[in-house]
């Protein structure tokens, strides 16, 4: 089944702020062929993200950043989370521009080069937000202290973490967002391939 297996009968913006909630009112294909009753759903608008995990081969170290999150708040969990650098795509904005805005704005990197991951939803059943996600070669060897953009209010630690301590760290549960485990879990998976490729 494909887009034109759904039909939108109504769409309103129900809340509009720092992001947007839109409320539809849709039918969709079943499998049998037919059609099924109306369904109503909210839908979170936040617009599409870019992430990275910062790599340096010759350290042969990832660079992780830590943050407040209002998320992990509500959830009742800490809210500092250890994450890779990630940030909204702006219109006009390609996702490889906005890790590498994102890696000197929230990390003091530079990103010499670029190797896709994947490409992502990362909770359809509320939000049409998607994440394209990249691994980044950065040099690492003064990678660390305190960053991000004062008028955004951002307190951004950053860390150096040798790979051979990444699946320790996975395993620890220290790891609670979803792009940062996709991305470390690649790296654990192609490592020495990146390592081949960025030699």
Same mark, same amino acid.
């Given at each position: 089944?494909?887009?034109?297996?759904?039909?939108?009968?109504?769409?309103?913006?129900?809340?509009?702020?720092?992001?947007?909630?839109?409320?539809?009112?849709?039918?969709?294909?079943? *499998? &049998?062929?037919?059609?099924?009753?109306? !369904?109503?759903? =909210?839908? %979170?608008?936040? #617009?599409?993200? $870019? +992430?990275?995990?910062? *790599? &340096?081969?010759?350290?042969?170290?990832? !660079?992780?950043? =830590?943050? %407040?999150?209002? #998320?992990?708040? $509500? +959830?009742?969990?800490?809210?500092?989370?250890?994450?890779?650098?990630?940030?909204?795509? =702006?219109?006009?904005?390609?996702?490889?521009?906005?890790?590498?805005?994102?890696?000197?704005?929230?990390?003091?990197?530079?990103?010499?080069?670029?190797?896709?991951?994947?490409?992502?939803?990362?909770?359809?059943?509320?939000?049409?937000?998607?994440?394209?996600?990249?691994?980044?070669?950065?040099?690492?060897?003064?990678?660390?202290?305190?960053?991000?953009?004062?008028?955004?209010?951002?307190?951004?630690?950053?860390?150096?973490?040798?790979?051979?301590?990444?699946?320790?760290?996975?395993?620890?549960?220290?790891?609670?967002?979803?792009?940062?485990?996709?991305?470390?879990?690649?790296?654990?998976?192609?490592?020495?391939?990146?390592?081949?490729?960025?030699?």
């Amino acid at each position: 089944m494909d887009r034109e297996d759904v039909e939108i009968k109504h769409r309103e913006v129900v809340y509009e702020g720092y992001f947007r909630m839109d409320r539809y009112r849709l039918r969709h294909r079943l *499998y &049998d062929g037919s059609w099924s009753g109306e !369904v109503t759903r =909210e839908l %979170f608008e936040r #617009g599409h993200a $870019a +992430a990275l995990l910062p *790599y &340096d081969p010759v350290l042969d170290a990832v !660079v992780l950043i =830590e943050q %407040f999150r209002i #998320g992990a708040y $509500a +959830a009742g969990w800490k809210p500092w989370l250890i994450e890779i650098v990630a940030g909204i795509i =702006e219109p006009g904005e390609k996702a490889e521009d906005v890790v590498r805005r994102e890696a000197t704005e929230e990390a003091g990197l530079t990103v010499s080069e670029l190797l896709p991951i994947a490409e992502y939803l990362p909770s359809p059943g509320g939000t049409s937000e998607t994440t394209a996600l990249f691994c980044g070669r950065v040099d690492a060897a003064r990678a660390g202290g305190i960053h991000g953009l004062a008028d955004e209010n951002e307190d951004i630690e950053v860390s150096v973490h040798e790979s051979r301590d990444i699946m320790a760290l996975i395993s620890s549960g220290r790891i609670r967002n979803a792009v940062s485990l996709i991305a470390l879990q690649w790296f654990v998976l192609n490592r020495q391939t990146l390592r081949q490729r960025w030699r």
